[in-house]
């Protein structure tokens, strides 16, 4: 199994993508940790928890952010 601990945070989801990117903690609004700010109109963008987003939304996690995650 993936590291539950790393599942476990908060993330973003891009809802348009559907690409979930970690959340950077200790940020003011939407900052992935890599780097990507977004300037999205609400409503495409979602504070989820990164296990919810990949077992119910079938999302794709951010390459970057995630050591397991695929694409870029
Ligand atoms: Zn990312």
Known sequence: ???????????ILNETTMTIHKHE??????RALCGQTYHLEHGQLR???V???TE?????????CFENGRGY
């Open 25 to 30: 903690t200790g940020t003011e609004g939407l």
């Open 56 to 64: 119910t939304l079938d999302a794709e996690k951010c390459g970057r």
């Open 1 to 11: 199994m993936s590291n539950t601990q790393q599942d476990d945070v908060r993330g």
């Open 47 to 49: 504070m989820i928890r």
């Open 51 to 53: 296990k919810q987003a």
